[in-house]
């Protein structure tokens, strides 16, 4: 695949190219939606048996490191189908994740301040959870700053 000079972040190749914001919000939406349906696993989530719709009580760990819950499980779908929905356009994608990477940055510092044990601790998040929303927020921001808006569609010559 070669990509166009003029247009670094957009690939040349195929009759039609998108915005490299908007591919990017595609595949961080399918993640989330992958992360969502992996929650609801046996064995993916270990302690399956002890999920809770929500709070800290929830003994469910998804890849045995993060704690998850029905409500965690439920909202990284709905973060998956919005990245999904929201990739159609580059201004929305943008807004996707550098609107989402601010709620996830809020949410590690929620996460830090709150105790594990807490029962404003109702996501639930443990420390893993903390540093990967950390990682995650920055990282959206990064990527719908440093792609920007794209640009509109273009057709390859023929």
């Known amino acids: 695949m070669t990509y166009s000079s003029a247009h670094p972040f957009r690939a040349a190749a195929g009759t039609r190219s998108r915005p490299a914001v908007q591919s990017a919000a595609g595949v961080v939406g399918a993640v989330f939606l992958l992360v969502g349906v992996l929650g609801f696993i046996p064995g993916v989530t270990t302690d399956y048996g002890s999920m809770q719709f929500a709070g800290h009580e929830s003994g469910a760990m998804l890849f045995g490191v993060f704690q998850v819950s029905i409500l965690h499980n439920l909202v990284h779908l709905a973060f998956g189908i ?42 639930p998040l443990n420390a893993a959870d903390d540093w990967l929303h950390l990682g995650l927020g920055v990282g959206m921001i990064a990527l719908g700053t ?13």
Do not use: Q
């Open 82 to 123: 919005a990245g999904l929905a929201l990739m159609r356009t580059a201004a929305a994608a943008r807004g996707y994740l550098v609107g989402g990477g601010a709620i996830y940055l809020a949410l590690w510092i929620y996460g830090l301040i709150v105790g594990a044990e807490s029962t404003a601790n109702f996501v």
């Open 146 to 158: 440093l792609l920007g808006t794209g640009g509109r569609r273009t057709e390859s010559p023929r």
